[in-house]
């Protein structure tokens, strides 16, 4: 354990490192004047934005509004497509005939579904919501697919050999074994419901504020500090969702597979 703690010691000093060294990078540039402040703002406007939103609760109320949407689209993209997934795996004919679909509506860009949504829906919380759905459901459905066909043949095996067949040979042998690969999966998923809903928010000016909503804000106020204050609040809640969500998981599921991880 001695050993862990070091090394999440060492790896978060280099993380602390890499942003001081951006920071100063950045606020060297703006003292150099080698762009106008409008274009890129010295550290202190940013900051300065992201109190001032936080303190009058803009940044809060619409912080809460993304994750509550982003939480609810990849919900349903997993309820969805972790059954999908096995489904997939376990049927071959099946497979061969959804998988490469799959695949291809997996490389589509989530931004293209908005349209669609926007056709069915109108503009509404419904249209939002499916086009998070749609940019997390075919990552995870392929992360579970793919996670149970490439286990090694000899796991089945000596499941069936400790007497596991049928439903309990799925549940408590090729699925545990198959989680690390499926969380990857799931992490990746989660990315694109994050990206798909920034995309969903910036075109959907009507509805409740979101931090996407924000961010076009700043684009229509030509408030470059609004802007980059924006970004990094996206990027710091991609972050924590990441760390607090995502990692705890990943450290229990390397620690039940004897792997002295976190």
Not at 197 to 221: C, F, P, Y
Request: charged share 10%; aromatic share 10%; net charge positive.
């Amino acid at each position: 354990m001695a050993a862990v703690r070091t090394s999440l010691s060492k790896a978060w000093l280099w993380r602390l490192l890499l942003i001081l060294v951006l920071g100063s990078a950045w606020y060297i540039t703006t003292r150099a004047a080698i762009w106008p402040p409008y274009l890129v703002p010295p550290p202190s406007d940013v900051f300065d934005f992201i109190k001032s939103s936080t303190t009058d609760g803009t940044l809060v109320g619409a912080t809460i509004t993304s994750i509550a949407r982003a939480a609810s689209g990849f919900a349903i993209a997993a309820l969805i497509g972790l059954p999908t997934g096995l489904l997939l795996a376990k049927v071959t004919w099946l497979d061969d005939l959804i998988s490469p679909a799959v695949g291809g509506l997996q490389s589509l860009p989530s931004i293209c579904w908005f349209p669609l949504a926007l056709l069915w829906f109108g503009m509404s919380e419904a249209a939002v919501l499916f086009v998070v759905v749609m940019g997390a459901l075919f990552a995870i459905i392929l992360a579970v697919r793919s996670g149970v066909r490439n286990l090694p043949p000899l796991t089945g095996r000596a499941g069936v050999m400790l007497g596991a067949r049928g439903f309990k040979l799925w549940w408590y042998v090729l699925l545990p074994a198959s989680l690390p690969a499926i969380l990857a999966g799931m992490r990746q998923a989660w990315a694109f419901a994050w990206r798909s809903l920034m995309a969903a928010e910036l075109l959907s000016q009507s509805l409740k504020v979101g931090i996407g909503h924000v961010l076009t804000t700043g684009r229509d106020l030509n408030d470059m500090a609004m802007v980059l204050g924006t970004i990094v609040i996206i990027l710091v809640l991609g972050l924590l969702v990441d760390r607090i969500a995502f990692r705890p998981i990943e450290v229990f599921i390397a620690r039940r597979w004897g792997v002295d991880g976190a």
